[in-house]
């Protein structure tokens, strides 16, 4: 069945000033907040300092059922799920992982030698990290790059093939380094397992158990243009640097140039009813890693109790985090980790249950609050081809005001069978391909004011631009107006509301107008508030541009 097209919104209650994150109090109480020219999202409270009929809605992301990267290589076993995507020059580019099978055989095809993949068994197989480019970032190209001799002759779009035998495997995600020299401007970090395999439980229960035993290390690459790749060394990370529990998944790495840093989000596995927790780490070589990391998101105990209390799952953890710094706006980091929850019954395999996508925010990348309880992008109806569980690529592609986002959504459960089969490798678990889903420049989290009418002011802010834009949408029917105040809420002459030109419709960027003028450059540097009257409204940003 094709993927479910879907729009969600989750309304969440705004309960009166909450600090969200570090240095927020001291700013409400003293120094303003320095604005500049940047654009500020209303994904949590920090730009919230009063309201009154407010309530952060979370926005799903529409999924287009598109069929962005399919199996249709030789060498294509199937289409994995740790994907990543960017945009560098005009060009976008995606790497992502495939896998063939140890026991695929050699066919001649006019004259080519290919790799052909038997459609039978758990793939314990290679894993390869494959590149792809597009225009628009919905017809995608796999280039024949030569780069790798997986194929004879090299035509194929293999750029790292990451798996050996034995089980020895790496999972992780490119970054374009910014930062770097010429020859080291693409990185690609990862996690080097070798699991402790339990042979007759994957063999009895159709999927291999991870033993918390494993070894595991962190490995980088580096690359002049992500297609010829070569390793920096055996290890830049230990990853038991937390004693018996191991790092797995695919980590995320990225160059912060708010702290001039790299910065790691690692997942490692520490039993029990939350297994998986996201850690951080930094450096500033990417070559010598904080040790050990520290904590920065996973369950609460109150969270994992709510979960367990409805007797079908034992509690819940974050699988993976797609972990990214929001390109378009300042200060705010975006994580969108697959829940996974963990089914109670004996009956089950170990390990098995569903997974859909969160949504986690943070204005420094340390400090993470989840929006709201429901999913960022749900599954699909039951027996869908994201029905079972749905994992992010990282990344995001913007073309004009859209946002597109990738996934790869599977029927089944992890580590379980769709439902209403018999325990075993889930059907179309060969089929799986990466899709996208979209949204709107900025539109993960809006301040909504129903018909009634609400009004929110921010807290003192300064700021460097000439005009105040704001992405907003009244639909037909509603309505928004803006004020500026001094530092002491008093009206600032001639930017009240009853100056305000009336907002009415959808805008991802209008400019704010008071009986006509726009210039707001007599304020510049001046602490002010602004003040947003809306009626049947959702703002989602503002921005004091040039």
Known sequence: MPLGLRFCVVLMSLVPVVCLDRGLSRSRESDPLDVGFEKQLFVDQRFIETSR????????????????????????????????VAEHEGRYQMWYEAWSDYEAVVEVRDGVEYLVTPRKGVPRARRMLCYATSRNGIQWEKPELGAVDYIRPRRN????????????????HVFIDPSAPPGERYKFFGSDDIHVLDGKT??????????????????????PDGIHWRMIGASVMDGRV??????????????????????????????????????????????????PPELVHAPTEEEIRRVAAGGVFSGFDYYNTSTLRYPYAAKVYLMFPSTFYHYASPALPRHAGPLDVTLAVSRDGIEWRRVGTEPFIPLGLSGSDDGGAIYVARGLVRTGDELSLYYTGHPGTHGGP???????LEPGYFDAYATRAVLRLDGFVSADAGPDGGELTTPVVTFAGTRLELNVDTSAGGVA???LLDRSGRRVPGFSIEDCDPINGNFIRHSVSWKGNTDVSALRAQPIRARFVMQDARLYAFQFAR
């Open 157 to 172: 779009n293999v750029v790292l093939p990451t798996g050996e035998a034995g089980g020895r495997e790496v999972l992780g």
């Open 242 to 291: 937390l004693g018996r529990y191991v790092l797995d998944g695919p980590p995320v790495a990225f160059w912060d140039d708010r702290i001039g840093q790299y910065v790691a989000i690692l997942r490692f596995n520490l039993g029990g009813p939350a297994t998986r927790k996201i850690y951080r780490a930094t450096t500033g070589d990417f070559r010598s890693w904080t040790s």
């Open 202 to 223: 994957a063999r009895e229960k159709g999927y291999v158990d991870h033993a918390v035993d494993s070894v595991s290390e962190c490995v980088g690459y580096v690359s």
């Open 418 to 424: 769709v439902q209403g089969t018999a325990p075993g």
């Open 53 to 84: 009929g407010i309530k952060l809605s979370l926005h799903c992301p529409r999924k287009t059922g598109e069929k962005t990267i399919v199996r249709d290589r030789p060498w294509e076993g199937y289409i994995g799920e740790w994907h990543n």
């Open 481 to 483: 107006r803006v004020e």
